[in-house]
């Protein structure tokens, strides 16, 4: 999540793949579109959700950097450990 004080920032499908092509993660439609559905427990991959308005899945982009940069983090610290 942003910040406390700042304002979010929802970006859908499209935008979040920028993001992460941004980041070096590099994903096709089809993938993006799989972390947005609901799996078969009825969860989601990333948290997406459907905006009220428009009726497309958003994601806020904090949110999306930090679940990556968590699992980075989390990995570095298993590498450490051996």
């Known amino acids: 999540m942003s910040g406390a004080g700042s304002i979010p920032c929802y970006v859908d499908l499209d935008q979040a793949r920028e993001v992460l092509a941004d980041m070096g993660v590099e994903l096709n439609e089809?993938?993006?579109?799989?972390?947005?559905?609901?799996?078969?427990?009825g969860s989601r991959k990333l948290p997406f959700f459907v905006d009220p308005?428009?009726?497309r899945l958003k994601i806020?982009?904090?949110t999306l950097v930090k679940i990556y940069r968590e699992l980075q983090i989390e990995a570095e610290n298993k590498y450490g450990r051996k």
């Open 30 to 41: 089809r993938q993006m579109k799989r972390a947005a559905d609901k799996g078969p427990n």
């Open 53 to 55: 308005i428009d009726g």
């Open 60 to 62: 806020e982009k904090g």
